[in-house]
C-alpha cells in the first residue's frame, strides 16, 4: 500500500506557459500580496507593461502599458499599487481611476500590502502605512535598526491587531546568509533586534485560556544550527496562562549546507507552522508543541514568494521556474501519519481533537474498549458519543450496553449512554429505536415528545410502529419526520385528520388509493366521508376518478351526500363532466326533486343530457325545469298550456327565449287549450314581447280568437309607450267592442299617433251613445265643420252646444261659419253667441262672419259689449269697421276711441279713405304704415310734422337713407314747413341728431345757417354753434376759421379738442388763444404742432407756471433734463418728480436731479422725493451733504436707500445710511464688503439675527477670517435648524478642522442642543476618529445616538460603535460588533458586562465562539458570567464538537453542583483524559446524574488500574454485580471483589468467587471470602469444596461458626416452644421469645472488611490477612487464628 503523505501538494499553473517570460519570474519582478492575484513586471520590446493573473481565471491574464519600478495588487480586489521612483499611485482598475497618490522623500525599499486598506513601506531610514482611507498620507511606524542597515528587505509582517510589526531583512555575511530581524512594539514604542530569516505571526487558544495568545514564530540558520522557536509576544491576557516558549531545531540535509529559510505561513484552522526553505523543502510543525510533523522537498529552484492558500489553509508559493505551487494539510491522512509513522499518538490524538478530524478511529476504539472492560460506562460512553464519523455509534455498542447488568437503584449504563448522545446531539436510528423501547414501556411519553421537538431522535418507520401502540398522534409525528407516506396517511385517517391526507400526499408527492380511504372513511362517518371526498376535487385536476367516488357514495345510497360532493367536483362545469352532471340531476330528480330544481335554478351546469333530464323533470312535476330544458316545440306546446302550475313570472320570460314563431305558436295553443285560465298570462306574454313578436301578428292573434278583451288588455299596455297608429287604432276599436268609453276618451284626447280620419270615420259609424269622443277627435284635429255638419244633420243640436259650451268655446267662430253655412237661423245664432259668452276670440268671430259677409249680424252683440264696458280691441275693431263702412261719424270715433287697434283699423281705411287710415296710424304710432300711405298718396307735409313730432331718431334713419326715393321731398318739407312751425328746441335738437346720423353735413349746415346765422330765436344756442362747426371741421374745413372767429357762445375747450383731433392744430391754437387757455395752448404746440421753440417763446410770453410746467414735461420727454430741470424749477413745480427722477437715473444726470429734488422738497416733503434726494447724494458722492441731510428730520426711506446703495456696491454711502437706521445686520454686511471684518461681526452682534451671523460667518471663512468666523458659528450652531447648512458650508470648502475647532467651542455654550454634539460627533468620525471615544464618553446622553451609529459604522469605527449601541442599549448590536471586529471594539470587562443584557440568547453561544476562536484563555471567565442563563447541556455540547472541552474545565467545575448530566459527564471524560482517579472517584461519588454504565463501560478498559477500580465501583453501583466482580478479579483487586459479591446479595456470584479462588489456589483469599460473604454461603458446598480441594484447615473457621449458630437457632427454638406450651397451659398471653429480641447475627451484621466479632462465648485473636497483604509465611496451618481458639 501506498504511504500516505500529511500534506497535499498542488500545482495550480505554469507562468510561462501564459506567456511570461522566464527572465520576468523574479524577487524584484513578480508579487504575489494573496492567493487571489499574481503581478508581473515585463518588458516586451521598448514598452513595459505590468500582467495581472486573476487566480481564478488565469487563462485570461490582464495586460496593461504601465511603466513603474514595482506594483503590487490588493490582497482581494483589483486594486493595484504602483511605485515609480518617490511615486507612489494606487488604481482600481474595473473603475479605471486613481484613488491616491503621494511622493515620498525617500526611496521605498520594500513595500507590501498588510491588509486590505494599508499599504505598508520600508525606505533606508523608517517604516510607514499608508492608509487607503481618505486623503491620509502615509504613517511614519518606526525608525529602522540599525542592525538592518545594508540589509535587503525581504518582507514585512504584522499581528492582526497591529500591535506587533516585523521587518525582515538578509545580507551576506562571511560566506553565508545572515538574517536579521527588527520586531517593534506599537503599545510600547520599543524595538528589537532579532536573528532570523523568516517570521509570522499567529493567534492560539492555549486549552484552559479563555483569550487568544498571540505567538511570534521565527526560523533562523545561523552558524550553528537552525532552530524554530515560538514565544508568546507582549503580555499574555488576563487569566491567560502564559505560553511555554518552544525552540526546537530544524533539520538540514546534508546536500544542503546553505539552505536557510525563506518564508513561513500558519494555518490558522490547522494550527501548523508551514516553513519553507530556499533550496525549497517545506517543514510541517505543530504550532502548539513545536513538534515536525513532515519534511520533504518540493520544488527543485527557489520559491521566493508566498502567500496563504485560503482555500486549504494551506501556503502557496511561486518558484523562479514558474510554477505556482500550493501546500496544505491532508485532512484525512495527518492523524493516521502522525499515529503510524510518527509513533506520536498523544498529538495525534491532540490533533484530532482539536482540529475534529479523522483518522483517530482505533484510539477511539481502543479506548472505548478499555473503559467499557473496566466497567466505567458512563467514560465508554462519552468516547462512542465523541468518536469521529460515528465510528462507535452502531448497533453493537448499545446491545454491549444493553447486555451490562443494571445495579439497583442506579441507571442503567444503556439509559446513561443515551443521556449523554442526547446531549450532544441527535441520535441515529438505531439508538432512537432502542431509548424508545424502554421509555415507552415505562409510560414516560412526555420525553419523547420532548426529544421530537428538540430534533434529538432519527425517526424511522419502525420508530412509528413502536410509538404507534402508545400514542397514534405521536407515531404520526415520527412517520412525517422520517418520510413514510404510507404510514402517515394511515395514521391521518385513523386519527380523523382526513383534510390533511391529501396536503401531505401532495407535498410528499404520494398518491394513495383514495377511493380505498374513502371507503374506509365511510364506515365511520358518511358527513366525514364527503369532506375527503370534496377534498379529492378541490384541485384543478381530481386525485380520484369522480365516478369512482360517486359510486362508492350509491353503494350506501348517501345520495344528499354525494349530491355535496358532486356540487363541488363539478363546480369548474368541464365538458368531460357531462355524464357526471346528468347522473347528479337524475338522482336528485328521482328522490329529491326540490333539490334538483335548486340545483337547476343555480344554472351551475350546461354540459348533462338535456333531453333525458327534460323528461325527468316533467315526470317529477317540475315543468318549469322542463320547459327550460325542451327544444321541441311539441314538447313545449305540451308542457306550457298547463300555466297554473307554472310561475307566470317566469313563464313571461322563459318566452324570450323561444323564437318568434314558436312563440306565436305557444300563444295559439295556449288560447287555444284554456283561453279563459291562459288570457292574462299570453296578454303578459304578448305585453313583453311584441316588439318581438310584432304587434300585428299579436293583434291579429287575438282577433283571430274575437278575444276583444284580451286584445284590449295587451294594447292597453302597450299603447301609451307605442307610436304606431294602428296600435292606438285597434286599441280604441277594442275599447268601444268593449264598452270601455272612458278609456276611449281618455286615448282620443291623449294620444297623438292615430289616424284622426279614420278614427272619426270609425266613430262616425260605431253610433256611440255618447258622441263625446267624436267630438274629442274633431276638436283636437279641427274636424270642427264636419262634426257641427254631422250633428246638425242628425239632429244632434244638444251636442253642438255641449261643445261650445263645456268642451271648447273658443271654437264658437268656426261653429257658428259651420251654422252659417248649413242655414241655420240668425236667431239661433245670436242665441248661441250670447249663452257662450267671452270665452272665444272675437277676432275669429268677426272673421267668421265677415268672410260670410254677415258682419252687421253682430252689431247688437257688439254695442251691447261696449255698453257692458269691454275695453277688448277686437270688439271695437268690428265696431269701427261697421261705422266706416256705414260712414256713421268715422273721424270722430278714430280720434277718440282709445281701444281700437290702430294698424287694424288704419289697414282697414287705406283704401277706403287714406286721411283716415293716416289718423289711424298716427294715433297709434305705426310709423311704418303712415311713411307708406303718406309716400304712396304724396302727403309729405303730414309725413314732416309726424316725423319732426314723432323725435324717433330711427324712424329719421329710415326715411332719411338713400334708398328712400321721396328722401328730397320730405326734406324740403322739414326745413320750409316742420322746423319753422316748431318753437320747442328738442324738436330742432333731434332733427339735427337725424341729419347728422343720416350724414347729410351739406344738408345739416344749410339747416343750421338758417336757423343760427339768420337771427331766429336759436342764434344764440350754444349747441347749435357747436353743432355748425363741428359739421363745418367735418364737411367743409375751409370755413372752420370763420365760424370761430365769428361765433363766440361755443364749446371752446371741446371744440379745440375735436379740432385737434381732426388735425386742425392751429385752429384749435387759435381757440385756446382766443380763451386764454394758454396751458392747453402751449400743449397744441408741444405735442401736435411739435415746435418747442414757438413753445419755449409762448411761455416766456405767458410766464405762467402751468405753462412751464408743461414745457418741461415735454423737454423731459425728449431727454433734455437740464433744460426741463430749469422749467420745473422756474415753475416751481415738483409735481413730476418721478418721471424727472426715472430720466434723469436714465441718463445719469445726478447733479441736476440733485438740484431738482432740492427744489421739490421745500415744496412737497414726499418720502419718495427725500429718498431719491438721499440716493442723489450718494450717487454725486456727497456724503457730507448726505450724512448732514440723513442726521436731520426727513422721511426718506433710508433703509431701501441703503438696499440701492449696496446692490449698486456704493459700500461707503450704504454703511452711513445703515449705521443712521440702525441695521445692524445690514450694516454687518456692509463692512464685510468694505473688507471691515472686525466691524462687520460687531455689527451682527448688535443685530443679533441668525441671518447675519450666517452671512458674516460664511464671508469671513470664503477669506480666511476664521478666528471671526467662529465668533460667528458660536452663535450659528446654537440654532438647530441652521447648523447643517454651517456644516455643510465648511465642508464644501474642506475646512475640517476649523469646523471641529467651532463646534468645539460651542460645547460649552449655555444653548448648546444636541444637534451640535451629534454634528462634532460626526465630524470625528470622518476625520479625527481619535477624538470620537473620548467625546462620546463626555457627551453620549447628548447627542442623537441613530445618527452617530451609522457614521461610526460607516466609518468603521467599531469601539465607538459598541459605545454607542451600549448606551443606546441595543446590547445584541453591540456584541455582535464585538464579536466581528475584536481588534477594535473588543474590551474583556466592557464585552462581560453587555453580554449579559443582550435578548438574544442566541448571542451566547456566538460569544463562546468569539472567544474559543480569539481569546479562549478568557473563556471560563465569560462562561462564569453567563452561566446563570447558559443552557448547559448546550454549552458542554457546544465545546464537544469544537473539541475544545479542556478549556472550559473550570467553567465545568463551577456548575457541576447543577448535578447536570451533560456537565457530569464532559467532566467525567476530562478527569479520564487528565488520569486523575481521585478526581473522578470524588465527582462520580458527589454528582450521580450521569450515564454510569456507559462509563464503567469506558473505564473498564483504561490502561491504569484505579480507573478499572472505578469502573468496577460503577458496576456495583448498577447492581452490575457479576461485572463488577469479574473487572475485580481481572485487576486481582480480591477485596473489592469479595465486598462486591457480599453486597450483591447472590449466593451464585459469591460461591463463583470462591471457585475462582480454588483455581487460583488462593487459599487465603478463599478463607476472607467465607467470612465475608458468610450469609450468602451454603456450608454443604462449603464442606464439598474444602474436601474436594484439601483445603479443610482454611475452612474449618467457617465451620465451626456455622456449626455454633445453627446450635444456637435450635436452643432458641426449644426454649420458644417450651414457653408458648407454659402459656398455653396458663392461658397467659405469650410473650415475645428471645430471640425475637435479639438483634441481628454479629457475623452478618459486622463491618465489611474485617472478620466478624465471635459470637459470645467464641473469643478469638485477631481477623483475617489485610486486604491486598501477601499470605503469612506457614498460613496453611491457619495463621492468625490460635489453635484451641474454638470452642463449642
Sequence with gaps: MAQQFPIRFQEHIQLTSLGIQEANIGFSTLTMESDKYICIREKVGDQAQVVIID????????????????????????????????????????????????????????????????????????????????????????????????????????????????????????????????????????????????AAFAQFKMEGNAQESTLFCFAVRSATGGKLHIIEVGSPPTGNTPFTKKAVDVFFPPEAQNDFPVAMQVSS???????????????????????CIYMNRISGDTIFVTAPHEASNGIIGVNRKGQVLSVSVEENNIVPYITNVLQNPDLALRIAVRNNLAGAEELFVRKFNTLFGQGSYAEAAKVAASAPKGILRTPQTIQKFQQVPTQAGQTSPQLQYFGILLDQGQLNKYESLELCRPVLQQGKKQLLEKWLKEDKLECSEELGDLVKPVDPTLALSVYLRANVPIKVIQCFAETGQFNKIILYARKVAYVPDYVLLLRSVMRGSAEQGLQFAQMLVTDEEPMADIQQVVDVFMESNLIQQCTSFLLDALKNNRPAEGALQTRLLEMNLMSAPQVADAILGNQMFTHYDRAHVAQLCEKAGLLQRALEHYTDLYDIKRAVVHTHLLNPEWLVNYFGSLSVEDSIECLKAMLQANIRQNLQVCVQIATKYHEQLTMQSLIDLFECFKSYEGLFYFLGSVVNFSQDAEVHFKYIQAACKTGQIKEVERICRESNCYDPERVKNFLKEAKLTDQLPLIIVCDRFDFVHDLVLYLYRNNLQKYIEIYVQKVNPSRLPVVIGGLLDVDC??????????????????????AEVEKRNRLKLLLPWLESRIHEGVNESATHNALAKIYIDMNNNAERFLKENPYYDSKVVGKYCEKRDPHLACLAYERGQCDMELINVCNENSLFKSEARYLVKRRDPELWVHVLQDSNQYKRPLIDQVVQTALTETQDPEDISITVKAFMTADLPNELIELLEKIVLDNSVFSDHRNLQNLLILTAIKADRSRVMEYINRLDNYDAPDIANIAISSELYEEAFAIYRKFDVNASACQVLIEHIGNLDRAYEFAERCNEPAVWSQLAGAQLQNDLVKEAVDAYIKADDPSAFLEVVSVAKKHDNWEDLVRYLQMARKKARESFIETELVYAYAKTNRLADLEEFI???????????????????????????????????????????????????????????????????????????????????????????????????????????????????????????MGMFTELSILYSKYKPQKMKEHLELFWSRVNIPKVLRAAEQAHLWAELVFLYDKYEEFDNACLTMIDHPTDAWREVHFKEIITKVANIELYYKALQFYLDYKSMLLNDLLLVLTPRLDHTRTVNFFKKSAHLPLVK???????????????????????????????????????????????????????????????????????????????????????????????????LSEALLAYFLDEKNHECFTACLYQCYDLLRPDVIMELSWRHDIIDFSMPYMIQVIREYTTKVDRLQEAEALRAEEALSGAQPQAGAYAQQGPLMLTAGPGMGMPPPPPGVPYAAGPTPYRQSPQPGYPGMQGFPGGGYGM
Design 825 to 846: 237661423t240668425e236667431d239661433t245664432i245670436k242665441q248661441l253667441i250670447v249663452v257662450v259668452r267671452g270665452q272665444f276670440s272675437t277676432d275669429e268671430l268677426v
Design 1191 to 1313: 442726521s436731520g428730520p426727513n422721511h426718506a426711506q433710508i433703509q431701501q436707500v441703503g438696499d440701492r446703495c449696496y446692490d449698486d456696491k456704493m459700500y461707503d454711502a450704504a454703511k452711513l445710511l445703515y449705521n443712521n437706521v440702525s441695521n445692524f445686520a445690514r450694516l454687518a454686511i456692509t463692512l464685510v464688503q468694505l473688507g471691515q471684518y472686525q466691524g462687520a461681526v460687531d455689527s451682527a452682534r448688535k443685530a443679533n439675527s441668525t441671518r447675519t451671523w450666517k452671512e458674516v460667518c460664511f464671508a469671513c471663512v470664503g477669506h480666511a477670517e476664521f478666528r471671526l468666523a467662529q465668533m460667528c458659528g458660536l452663535h450659528i450652531v446654537v440654532h438647530a435648524d441652521e447648523l447643517e447648512e454651517l456644516d455643510d458650508f465648511y465642508q464644501e470648502r474642506g475646512y475640517f478642522e476649523e469646523l471641529i475647532q467651532l463646534l468645539e467651542a460651542a460645547l460649552g455654550l449655555e444653548r448648546a442642543h
Design 269 to 291: 484552522k490547522h494550527d501548523v507552522i508551514f516553513l519553507i526553505t530556499k533550496y525549497g523543502y517545506i517543514h510541517l510543525y505543530d504550532l502548539e508543541t513545536a513538534t
Design 1450 to 1548: 473550570p467553567y465545568l467545575r463551577s456548575v457541576q453542583s447543577l448535578n447536570n448530566k451533560s456537565i457530569n459527564e464532559a467532566l467525567n471524560d476530562l478527569l479520564i483524559d487528565e488520569e486523575d482517579y481521585n478526581g473522578l472517584r470524588t465527582s462520580i461519588d458527589a454528582f450521580d446524574n450521569f450515564d454510569n454504565i456507559a462509563l464503567a463501560q469506558r473505564l473498564e478498559r483504561h490502561e491504569l488500574v484505579e480507573f478499572r477500580r472505578i469502573s468496577a465501583y460503577l458496576y456495583k453501583g448498577n447492581n452490575r454485580w457479576k461485572l463488577a466482580v469479574e473487572l475485580c478479579k481481572k485487576d486481582r483487586l480480591f477485596k473489592d471483589a469479595m465486598e462486591y459479591a457480599a453486597e450483591s446479595g447472590s449466593s451464585e
Design 55 to 198: 487566480m481564478s481565471d488565469p487563462n485570461n491574464p490582464i495586460r496593461r502599458p504601465i511603466t513603474a519600478d514595482s506594483a503590487i495588487m490588493n490582497p482581494a480586489s483589483k486594486v493595484i499599487a504602483l511605485k515609480a521612483g518617490k511615486t507612489l499611485q494606487i488604481f482600481n482598475i474595473e473603475m479605471k481611476s486613481k484613488m491616491k497618490a503621494h511622493t515620498m522623500v525617500d526611496e521605498v525599499q520594500f513595500w507590501k500590502w498588510i491588509n486590505l486598506n494599508t499599504v505598508a513601506m520600508a525606505t533606508d531610514n523608517s517604516v510607514y502605512h499608508w492608509p487607503m482611507e481618505g486623503d491620509s498620507q502615509p504613517i511614519k511606524m518606526f525608525d529602522r535598526h540599525s542592525s538592518l542597515q545594508g540589509c535587503q528587505i525581504i518582507n514585512y509582517r504584522t499581528d492582526a491587531p497591529q500591535k506587533w510589526l516585523l521587518l525582515v531583512g538578509i545580507s551576506a555575511q562571511q560566506n553565508r546568509v545572515v538574517g536579521a530581524m527588527q520586531l517593534y512594539s506599537v503599545e510600547r514604542k520599543v524595538s528589537q533586534p532579532i536573528e532570523g530569516h523568516t
